[in-house]
């Protein structure tokens, strides 16, 4: 909680301009030049920004982004009917674990079944630059950093006063009827 408060106030106090001067020019300025690069899991990472594999989609992909697609249409239906059985029955459906279930599952074994067609685009350094692979450039980088870490802040502040803002007497109504922690925090605070 100390640390968490000592986060919230530190990056929502200062002004987002001057964390974006900070992670570009502090931080991302100094990284070492393209030929002493900081090399992890085939990505290189220097004063001119972030290169990473690029995905190179082969025949057979279609298959696995309509298993996709068809997958959020399947879970979208699977949601209408269970909130109709509920309705008539009172029986809940474990909507949110069958949607990510079809989501990433349906999609996978597509993609593993049809032989996982996607290929990537390794960068390599060649003369005084990198070939191949997608560059994220530092200012990107510097503006990705800093607008999350600052509104990250904010939401955390956000979500804090609205938990606090559940009177005491709702979580003791919850405890009264029998709720679990993980029930209460679910159903009444959040």
Known sequence: AKFSALYIEIFRNIPLLLQIFFWYYAVLRTLPTPRQSLEFFGSFLNNRGLIVPAPVPEDG?????????????????????ARKRQELTGQQFPVFLTGI?????????????????LGLDHPELKGFNFKGGITVIPELMALWLALSIYTASFIA????????????????????LGMSKAKTLRLIVI
């Open 61 to 81: 992909f279609g298959l696995v982004i309509i298993g996709f697609f068809g997958a959020i249409i399947a879970s979208w239906l699977i949601a209408r009917w």
């Open 101 to 117: 279930g079809l989501i990433v599952g349906v999609p996978l074994l597509l993609f593993l079944f049809s032989g996982m067609p």
């Open 157 to 176: 502040e956000t979500v804090r006063a609205g938990i606090l803002a559940v009177s005491h007497g709702q979580t003791e109504a919850a405890t009264a």
